[in-house]
């Protein structure tokens, strides 16, 4: 069965540090890949996606992912942590012939403090 | 363009009964899907629907259902409620063939006491 894996459920990290929160995947053929962004009480904003051509995807708010077959990840990074990035984010899929099915992660808390 | 939109946003029931939520996608969109999210399970896919009929289904109970109307606008029911239901319900909507780009909604939370 396919599956998304987030290695870690919280990260916490200084302003101005380097964000990384870590994503695979398992599947048979290449999906489409996603981060999304939840802060409380708010549905999901999308970070950024990865369906064909350029592996190095840019998003908004100055997050960027680089998806890597060989091994089936799909890891978000933010060279400078801000304030308001502490939210919970979540790696997601969909696949071919699964309509618009997300598959989605456990989520990661990013926290970041002063 | 406006966004999609749930409503209630805040709904609070008891064991047994049932209850009804509202998701208007945005203008134009003709697939919705609707996720619940709990701290245990996380998110998990209930059930997409497009042009008034349901295209995939989530691996839930039969009390979980949904439908959609001419107008894209869906609602799912969840009936004899458990407490185990109580969660945040989000539906998402996008373009026929885009898988690539949906958009969420603020969600419905529900609380089943």
């Known amino acids: 069965a396919q599956s998304v894996t987030q290695l870690g459920s919280h990260v916490s990290v200084s302003e101005g540090a380097l964000v990384l929160l870590r994503c695979n995947y398992s599947?048979?053929?290449?999906?489409?890949l996603f981060w999304y962004v939840q802060y409380p009480n708010q549905g999901l904003q999308l970070l950024l996606k990865?369906?064909?051509?350029?592996?190095l995807v840019k998003g908004i708010n100055g997050f960027e992912a680089e998806f890597k077959k060989s091994e089936t990840s799909f890891h978000l990074t933010k060279p400078s942590a801000h304030m308001s990035d502490a939210a919970e984010y979540f790696c997601a899929v969909t696949l071919t012939g699964g309509y618009n099915k997300l598959i989605f992660g456990a989520g990661t808390r990013l926290a970041v403090h002063p | 363009k406006a966004g999609v939109t749930q409503t209630p946003r805040y709904l609070i029931k008891t064991r047994g009964q049932q209850v009804t939520l509202s998701c208007s996608p945005i203008s134009g969109h003709r697939s919705v899907s609707w996720y619940q999210q709990t701290p245990g399970q996380g998110l998990q896919f209930l059930f997409e629907y497009f042009s008034e009929t349901q295209r995939n289904k989530g691996n839930f109970p039969g009390r979980f259902s949904g439908r959609q109307f001419s107008n894209s606008r869906s609602e799912m029911n969840v009936s004899t409620l458990e407490l185990g239901d109580s969660a945040l319900y989000l539906c998402?909507?996008?373009?026929?063939?885009?898988?690539?780009?949906?958009?969420f909604g603020p969600g419905t939370r529900l609380t089943v006491l």
């Open positions: 990865y369906t064909t051509g350029a592996t």
């Open positions: 998402a909507s996008s373009l026929e063939g885009r898988r690539d780009e949906q958009f």
């Open positions: 599947s048979s053929v290449p999906p489409y």
